[in-house]
């Protein structure tokens, strides 16, 4: 796999997909259109390709055999350097189902049956709007972060976040607008040394004393037995 080139058109996509015959017809239709693709049929192999290659999107589905779809997406979040874009193909259409697919960090669902043109589309729309948040700034509303410098700006004016602080707000904003797990932003920033169970607390009290207290409106939020999100106000 070569790197991402936002020139190219088509777009790096790994499929992983037990049943051949939905798979063989994604990768027809999504080939005529110009993208490239990988192909898995266990979730074992799914996310070791996923660890191993760029890709720009990740068409995950839910019924997987060894590690289903949610504990590939689970592990991806904690495992991988970058927020990948993942889309998640699943029989089941129900509310718990989508909040459960959402929770353990995919990015967007789609129900089978569903079109193959509605699925390019939004493979193209993951991709864009990961690549708007993989390039040195990210700009999210108020918020600017420049990555290269590690500096935060809010509204204009910039932040003193320590660099426990800085992290926490990166994770966060690479992955917007998703909720990201507790366990996941606990692995990101200590990997698998343990740490005390107050110690993510603290940092984000002391993030949220920086970033909001001054300012008329919080961004950072907690969203309860789930994790945390940014909540950025339309412009």
Known sequence: MGSN???QAGLQVLLIEDQLSIAKNI???MEQKGHQFDFASTGHHGLALALAHYYDVIILDLNLPGLDGLQ???QLRQQAERHIPILMLTARDSI????SGFQHGTDDYLTKPFSLQELEVRCLALSRRHLLQSKDTIELG???LDKKRQQVCRDGMPLELSSMGYKIL???AEAYPQVVSRSTLSHKLWR???TESDALRSHIYQLRTVLDKPFAYPLLKTVFGVGFTLEIPPQ
Do not use: H, N
């Open 192 to 194: 698998d040394e343990p």
């Open 27 to 29: 990768a027809s239709y």
């Open 96 to 99: 718990a189902d989508k909040v």
């Open 170 to 172: 990166l994770v966060l």
């Open 142 to 144: 108020p918020l600017l």
């Open 72 to 74: 590939v997406c689970q």
């Open 5 to 7: 080139k936002a020139e």
